[in-house]
């Protein structure tokens, strides 16, 4: 095929554009920025190394603040130098991370941490230096200028895949649009990965509360059984683990409009772990617990003595093998966790019955079971772990 | 914890709940799974082994129909009996799955495929013997059912995972609730597992054609420059190879309003399958073809000469392993390419190329190349492979 004509080649990568006004956020992230690249002009003006000190994003450096109830960063930094051959590639890649961030808030754009990764990769002109050779090398350094600049990754302009989605008789307005959240046909609305006020508002809300599920299969049952209109609450799920759009919008809906949030999870290592993070924070990114934590969050099941209560058949038991056994114990240890006699005996009895339980088992006792009757029953009688 | 009054116990599974009139789509799946039953009692009645003859959804049972462009199954069959010690499991867990079938069409509710294993998972009376040790095992026979009956997953009232979304100038009626996807703030319509005409209605719709993009990154690149709005047409991605929901839903447009369908995926071989699945249908799914393939869908890129062609950085190759090389030539050799001179080319040049190319390459360009350079030369040349 014959080559073509472009008729708009495109412009150089590092050529700001004409910007509208930024908005508020995105200008002081720039502020952060900017103060990143003074610092290491400073330096040279006074022909010192230059340096950046990243706090340390690691277990021995996370606390657990009992009065705000959450996971914290300590104060432990890394020293990362130019002039150092162990260190100057990635003090390098931390500039060019910051460079990249700055590009897409001028320009008003936002990309996946994999875009980051091929916007910033390149040949180092007159070498055959890679700047990356793959993004498991920037998605660390993404990381490090989110805590060094102390902006959440969307503040970058960086989102994480989409994922999880939401109903309620709740109206939002997102980028301009209104989404009436309860006339969202079978599918619902899909939670974004940057829900930040700025880009999505609380326009009017009906709900009385928050039920959070672990999957979408187990949210698709709930929605079906039109849960959420009967119990007059908003319904999420975060596939899994939420993402970040998903912790976040939880926070906000909590914390704005004082909403209780409620988990009902899978009863194993992986459902208590993501009630963990939810509620506290989570260890890698705790320098992002302030506005992401929710530690009034409640974990209404599955539990451990559900089986039992419930009537299950023995059938629906899943055998716990090392990893999960091992996860348990770790989870019982968490500071959160230890004070709390109620999760100690839910956690132990987990490691005694030797077996785990999906929200999903109790479809063997009816397709709507944990709609009828598991869950109306937690709420009335508040029968939950907290 | 004290064990709870349960005030409303469950009803049996297999109890029969008095229904509303079901819609026709419904009573024909009924009536086919009624059918598979009365057979088993015919034979039963006439003291002849029951069994069921399920097609076979192997390689060698599929074939290229080439004047309906898409990959159709043949009609070899599988005996399976009753009375046969190796297939005396396999056959009840067949009739289990279609009565599991019947019981979620008569209550008007759907589940997942993990949904279905629970609610059919239990000890057999009087023995040891589970119905299903693990989803491994039911999993199959949904897919035997599915053929045995040609009734798609969706009619018999199973869902699987969903992922995709669109957004564009069309109003669709989901479940009753209009919906507006082009106004649908930054997240989009989450495209549902079951897009069949009784659930999804087109009200209105002003696009002209469909892109599809292979992830969500690339559909957010694309929403975020409103693409959709520039180019009038609809936007959907399916989160890597579509699932059978967004596949549908894209039959559906394609054929209702007549859009052509543009596929937009990597340069590898994993997405010259995608737009193999897209366009032709996929063999282990060959029965569902009718309904799922689009013929007239066009492979706009990547294509291999990009690298060239865009004037790409040689930092964006990914090297092909082998199996890519594998998977490229087994593509190669599919019936419904090996007619094609430009799909041999294609392909040949990838293979002598040894590397593959994301779409997200092109952001080594400028951020939004693909959208403002790329593809709408693809699409005024009218560039793209058949």
Not at 31 to 38: F, H, Q, V
Not at 203 to 208: L, N, V, W
Not at 281 to 292: D, H, K, P, T, W
């Amino acid at each position: 095929m014959a080559k073509k004509k472009r008729t708009q080649p495109s412009p150089p990568p590092a050529a700001p554009k004409p910007k509208v006004k930024l908005p508020e956020r995105d200008r002081k992230t720039l502020s952060e920025i900017e103060g990143l690249a003074d610092g290491v002009v400073a330096a040279a003006d006074r022909r010192r190394d230059p340096h950046v000190d990243i706090p340390s994003r690691t277990l021995s450096n996370v606390r657990y603040n009992k009065s705000k109830r959450f996971i914290e960063m300590g104060r432990n930094t890394n020293r990362r130098q130019l002039f150092n051959l162990s260190q100057a590639k990635s003090f390098m890649q931390t500039m060019l991370v910051a460079s990249g961030a700055k590009q897409l808030i001028e320009e008003g754009k936002t990309t996946s941490i994999r875009g980051l990764y091929y916007l910033l990769k390149h040949t180092i002109e007159g070498t055959k230096e890679e700047t990356f050779a793959d993004q498991k090398e920037s998605d660390p350094i993404i990381e490090d200028v989110e805590v060094l600049l102390n902006a959440l990754r969307e503040e970058l302009h960086l989102y994480a895949q989409k994922r999880g989605d939401m109903i309620g008789p709740i109206i939002l307005v997102d980028k301009g649009d209104e989404i009436d959240c309860s006339r969202m046909g079978s599918g619902g609305y899909g939670i974004p990965s940057i829900v930040e006020p700025d880009i999505i508002q609380f326009k009017s809300c009906q709900a009385k509360f928050i039920l959070h599920v672990e999957k979408d299969t187990v949210w698709q049952r709930f929605n079906e059984d039109k849960f959420w209109r009967r119990h007059n609450c908003i319904l999420t799920h975060g596939g899994g683990q939420p993402p970040r759009g998903v912790r976040r919008m939880l926070n906000r809906l909590h914390y704005e409009l004082k909403l209780p949030v409620y988990c009902l999870l899978d009863n194993d290592p992986w459902g208590y772990y993501i009630y963990s993070v939810i509620k506290q924070g989570s260890i890698n990114l705790a320098f992002e617990s302030r506005r992401m934590a929710i530690p009034d969050a409640r974990y209404l099941g599955l539990r451990s003595i559900d089986l039992d209560r419930c009537g299950l058949s023995d059938s629906v038991k899943i055998t716990l093998n090392d990893t999960d056994r091992r996860r348990a114990k770790q989870i019982a240890a968490y500071p959160w966790f230890q004070g709390k006699a109620a999760w100690q005996k839910e956690i132990k009895r987990m490691l005694d019955n030797g077996f785990k339980l999906e929200v999903e088992a109790l479809i063997s006792k009816d397709i709507s079971y944990v709609t009828d009757v598991y869950t109306p029953e937690r709420l009335a009688e508040q029968d939950w772990l907290d």
